[in-house]
Structures are given as structure tokens and as C-alpha cells.
């Protein structure tokens, strides 16, 4: 037996309730209805469609009792399967009006409408209640077969519409959690601050991107094919000669990940790691793919002056020995020459000889300090330092001359440095030459400065914390974007060398100098638009303190 399913009777006449027990419940002499199904089918036994179905049976005498029992059966959640319902109830509701009034109540049950009436026709029953796909009529007086047709049939009906119901609700329970899901992911994949793609294996067409794409590309998200959006290109990236990842991807099923350059929506180049992940279909062919790229132009700067750096310092080692032993010899030299001249009478024609080698030795010593500097040979000794003084110090020395106008921009709290007195000022000397160098027609300079904060991550020695930031800027004839990334390389000069330029050490002793003090200096040009260079020195712990 499977799980018991519900009758409601409503009918006034008792006789009729009884006649349908009778013929569903096996409890019942069914003997006779045997008899009757076996001389009809020739079969022996009770073959009948409903004796499967264990029944529970209950009676109502009028419809407004009806629609109560159905009503509390379904808050019960002990709904009827079937309600079998005399068109005739007198006094109260008719029929038609009780089922109107149970559909409200359930919109599940099933109906058997018993008459011996022709009171209503079909279309007056399809008007009347609110469905009429769940109902039966039944002609009185009724065969035992086809109340157990009917209720058998129904009741399947009945369960079969339950188990929809509730397969509905599943599926949108799962549709839901879906939503939330995909609402989640999205979520997820617009904070990523890396520009996220899906790619279309086959055709190259981008079918989504996260906000971070559209902040790189504007057309990012309008289907259009990565290598359009990345390189310009008309043609796939392997048609042009570069790597791609698609390529790759569909050829191995696995993950990727390569160093490449791209060009964002400004006609920016920015270095990025590319990271692609295949998307399988059930066949286990690769169908989509899932690239992010992540920014690596700043990691490629540090790495690119970490070399620089080191490179200078295996250069500075050398140069700081060679110049402690080549100052020891100017010492002998310049003494040897000084002693010749006290011996010679005055006006000798050989005095003015020994004054020139008088002048070139001291500036051979000159370019000794430079390398001593350079190399950090000699530890100069740091101390706290206001650059008010030393910055108006010396643009006055350098730029006291009309054709330039030097503008100074300090603020009046801008923090103390911990720094040497003597190799700031070669530093700041060396840029303003090379500045006042590059205006021969006239122009202007500004130096500026400002208190900042920078990031353990964007410091190239990994130093963040405070720092006092100096900007001097020029319109000069600026420096090629080839020449630019070795202007601190020691004797690089990208234009014929001035009177002040000195021995071609001037950027390179600023760089060794300001990276001595744990500070940063960068460089921005380029040609008819004149040079920025900007200095961070660490901020002196005095300052810190106070604030």
C-alpha cells in the first residue's frame, strides 16, 4: 500500500456517502463488485485501479461544512486528494459554489461532480469556478468502476501535481541560491583591481569583464576580441608575431602564465602578468578561458633600478679604491709642486707652469671627492637638516644669473631630513646645473616641496614611512625616451658637455648620494617639454616624534 490519500464526500444524502466508502475501502464486502469485474473481464480477483491506494474517507452533509474541512485539512498540511461533490445541496451552497469556494481554499483538489441534473452545462462550469482542468462529472446513477477510475485517476493527478509543486519549489530554491551564488561571484570579480576577461576560445570575442577591465579599456565589455582590446592588433596575437594565451590554453588544457605588454585606453604601455585558466566543457574540451592581468610596470621599475643600483654599486666599489689611492698620490704631486714653486725666484718664467699644474691637480682631487662620494668610500655623517637654508643656498649659487628665473616652493612645515649637509647640497648643485645646462635661450626652474607617506611596497628599499619630497622641474630641452633610462649611469651625457657639467658624474653621484640615505630619486622627460626630477629623503626622527 502507498501512503494514504484523502476523500471529502459532500453530499446531503447519507446513501451516497456509504455507496462510495463501499466501493474504495477493501474493508468493505466487495465480493459482488468481484463477481461483477470478473464476468466482465473474464479474470478472476479484484483487478481494479483503485486498490492499490489505501483511502481515507471523510463526509460532509453540506458545502459551507465542505470548504471548512478542506480549509483546516490544509492547515493541518493534511490536504484532500479528492472531493467528490452533489451538484444539489440544499438548503445552503450548490456544488458549483463549493468547489469556487474550495479552489480558493486549495488549488490543488481534485473534483468529481456528481449529478443526475442537467443544471449546469460545461461551459457554465468553466465560468463559474475559478479552474476547470481538475474536474470530473459524473453521471447519477454511477457505476462502482467508474468511481475507482475516477478516484484512481485523480488522486495519480493529485500527486503527480504535488510532486511538481514541490520539484518547482526546488528548482526555484536552486535558482535562487544560483542568483546568489553568481551575485556573490560577481561581487567578487568587480573588486578584483586586476582587469578580468572571459574569452571565447574559438572566436577570441570577450564575453565578460570585470569593472576593472572597463577602467583599463572603454570597450571592454561590448564583445569585442582581446587582442583588439590589448594590442590594437587586427589579427589574433600569433598571426602578429607576439605569445598568446588562448593559443597556449587550448593546446595544453592547463593554466598559463607569461610576462607581457599592453595598451590601455590612454595609449598607455604597462607591463602585466598574464594569467590564463581553461573552462571545460563535459566532453573536457576547452570551450572558454579566464584571463587576468595584473600591473606589473611598478614591480618592473624597482627591478630595473635594482639593477641599476647594483650595477652602480659593483662600479662604486672599484671607483672608491682607485680614487683612495689616486688621492694619496695628488697629495705627493701637489706637494712636490708647491715646494718647487717656494724655490724658484719671483717672476720665473716656470712659476706660471706650476700654477697650472697647481690648478689641475686640485681639480683632480675634485673628481676624487666626487668618486669618494659616489662610492660612499668615506661614511659621511648624517644629521637633522631644514632644507629652507641649503635649497635657496644653492639655487643661489647656481642660478644667479638672468637668464634663468628660479622659483622656490617650500611649505613652511615641511618636515627636517636626516641627511649629510655637504652631499645634499652636491646633489641639489648637480640637477640645477644640469638644469641651468639645458636653458641656454633662458627659462625657469621650480623647486618644490612636500611632506608624504609612502608604502613599504612602492619604496625601493622596501623603507616606507615619512618622507620629505623635493621636485625640481625645468624647461629645458628635455631628454629622449632612449637616453632617459640611463641618466644615472656614471659619464652619460646625451648633449655635449657645458662648462658646469663637471667630470660627467652628476646624476650618478645624485643617485648614489640620495640612496646612501635610504631615500629614492626618479627622473621624468621628455624632448621639448623639459625634466622633472624628484627626490624622496626620510624624514628626520626628531619630526616624527614632535608630531
Known sequence: MSEKK?????????????DIKTILLPERDTSALEELVEEITGESGHTDFAMDI???????????????????????????????????????????????????????????IITAYSDYSWQDFQETVIRSDNLLVLKKPFEAIEIRQSAAALARKWQLARENERAMA?????????????????????????????????????????????????DAGEA????????????????????????????????????????????????????GYPVLDSQGRVTQMIKYDIDITHRKEIERELLRTQKLEMVAVMAGG?????????????????????????????????????????????????????SSYNEAVPQLLDLHPLVKMA?????????????????????????????????LYEILSNSFESMPEGGGI?????????????????????????TITDEGSGISEEDLPRVFDPYFSGRTRGVMQGMGLGLALVAAIIGHHNGCVAVDSAPGRGTTITIDLPAGEEEQEDS
Not at 6 to 18: G, M, P, Q, Y
Not at 76 to 98: C, H, K, N, Q
Not at 456 to 466: F, L, S, Y
Request: with cysteine; aromatic share 8%; charged share 25%.
Open 224 to 275: 569585442m576580441c582581446c587582442h583588439q582590446l590589448s594590442r590594437e592588433y587586427p589579427h589574433p596575437c600569433a598571426d602578429e608575431g607576439t605569445p598568446c594565451p588562448l593559443d597556449r590554453v587550448r593546446a595544453t588544457s592547463e593554466p598559463v602564465v607569461f610576462e607581457d605588454c599592453h595598451i590601455t585606453v590612454n595609449g598607455q604601455e604597462r607591463d602585466v602578468e598574464v594569467h
Open 446 to 470: 621650480w623647486i618644490r616641496g612636500e611632506n608624504v607617506l609612502i608604502s613599504t611596497d612602492n619604496h625601493i628599499n622596501g623603507a616606507g614611512g615619512r618622507f620629505v619630497r623635493l
Open 170 to 218: 526546488e528548482l526555484a530554491d536552486q535558482r535562487d541560491a544560483l542568483d546568489k551564488q553568481n551575485t556573490f561571484l560577481g561581487t567578487v570579480i568587480n573588486a578584483l583591481p586586476h582587469p578580468f576577461y572571459i574569452i571565447d576560445i574559438e572566436t577570441y570575442r570577450i564575453v565578460g569583464a570585470n569593472i576593472a577591465a572597463g577602467n583599463w579599456h572603454d
Open 322 to 374: 682607485v680614487a683612495h689611492d689616486f688621492n694619496n698620490l695628488l697629495m705627493g704631486i701637489i706637494g712636490n709642486v708647491e715646494l718647487a714653486a717656494m724655490g724658484l725666484p719671483e717672476q720665473h718664467s716656470s712659476s706660471r707652469f706650476l700654477e697650472k699644474a697647481v690648478s689641475g691637480v686640485m681639480a683632480a682631487r675634485e673628481l676624487t671627492r666626487k668618486f669618494l662620494a659616489f
Open 6 to 18: 484523502r476523500i471529502l464526500i459532500v453530499d446531503d444524502n447519507k446513501a451516497i456517502h456509504e
Open 54 to 112: 489505501e483511502w481515507e474517507i471523510d463526509s460532509a452533509l453540506q458545502g459551507e461544512e465542505g470548504v471548512a474541512m478542506v480549509r483546516r485539512a490544509r492547515e493541518e498540511s493534511r490536504p484532500y486528494a479528492l472531493v467528490y461533490v452533489d451538484i444539489r445541496i440544499p438548503p445552503g451552497l450548490d456544488g458549483v459554489e463549493t468547489i469556487r469556494k474550495m479552489q480558493r481554499e486549495d488549488d490543488q483538489l481534485q473534483y468529481v
Open 395 to 427: 639655487a643661489r649659487f647656481v642660478c644667479d644669473e638672468e637668464r634663468v628665473d628660479c622659483n622656490i616652493e617650500l611649505p613652511d612645515d615641511l618636515w627636517i631630513v636626516l641627511a649629510n649637509f655637504d652631499q645634499i647640497s652636491q646633489c
